[in-house]
């Protein structure tokens, strides 16, 4: 009789020898794996000693690596970590500058989450912060008290897309001695490289441009090896590291991030411009003095008060209403019920944020049919 080499048993996880020799494919495999092997203790050693390598997912894995480290390198920035959210990347960047009994001013037209990170959490953990408009850095300047650490703000505001003068925020920081911080996820490195302006950390939600599918939850922050190693201590300490499969596809969407953002600012641009003349839009609110070409793909519109909104959004045909923004496809959102619900109405309306504001994500389809959607739509609801 023939005999099996080892029992079943053992056979079922030891029968392949793993890693025999290098696969040199093309794209980078997904290193679906927990932790990684050593065969004895020298190379464990030469692991704690610095010389590459790998150890345990959580602290460090090729895939969620080389999603860091390709930002970074659009960034124009000596070092980045991928997180496991846009909100993780914010909390690892903010961690790595200040401490509890220290301060930060901040942009008072943040993302809602990253408000509510600083407003409530930190604030419970004794950080804290005083939120102003940093369209007038005056009131910036005025807010910083002895123990201010950070100024934080975003390159693009949502949903009304106030371009940021970094200029502006680097000198004021530089002159009290300041770290600075910019949320670039609206204008992505496509079009505003922050560090490149002496900003000391970028964070993005790679959920939204970077991964530009729709199909993933990621951050990444960027900057000095300093600043970027105390953020990447936060991440691995607070276990908010993104999953190797999630880095994998985020780091396959951004290789088409050129293409994407020079079609969809494009269109953006198109649809912004043709929106200004319709005599049922308020208002429009786009980036339009930066470049001839468009400057990022989010539009926000202002209808009239003639426009039954609630129509409005009915009458959008394939243009579905989406919490989120950034993918491929063109979409809307209502920031006075979803991204801005939790602020008092009066706070909201102080914004500029009423129930007529809806914001568009605008995607990669034709800008043709994408204005006439948008056309149809308004032309349907008048009242
Ligand atoms: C979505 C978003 C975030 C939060 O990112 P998540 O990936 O949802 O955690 C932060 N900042 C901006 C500007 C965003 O649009």
Redesign the pocket.
Known sequence: MRVLEKRFETLLLHSVEKNKKPIKSKITPIYQTSAFTFDHLDELEGFFQGEGNYLYSRTGNPNTDELGQAVAAIEGAPAGVATS??????LAGVLAVVRSGDHIVAADD??G??FHLLKEELNQLGIKTTFVSFSNLDEVEQAIQPNTKLLYT?SIT?PLLRVENLEAVVNLAKKHDLKTLV?N??ATPFHCNPYLQGIDLV??????YIGGHSDV???VVVGGEDLVGQARAKIVNLGANVSPFEAWLTSRGLKTLALRMKCQSFNARKLAEKLSSNPNIAKVYYPFNETEEGFGAMVTIEVSKNIDINQFFKSLSWVKIVP???GVETTVSHPLTTSHRALPVEASAALGITKEVVRISVGIEHHEDIIQAFEKAIENSVH
């Open positions: 959210s846009g909100l993780s990347a914010i943040l993302y989450g990253s975003e949502n949320d996820t609206f964070i993005h939600s790679a959920t939204k939850t990621a951050g989120t923004l950034a």
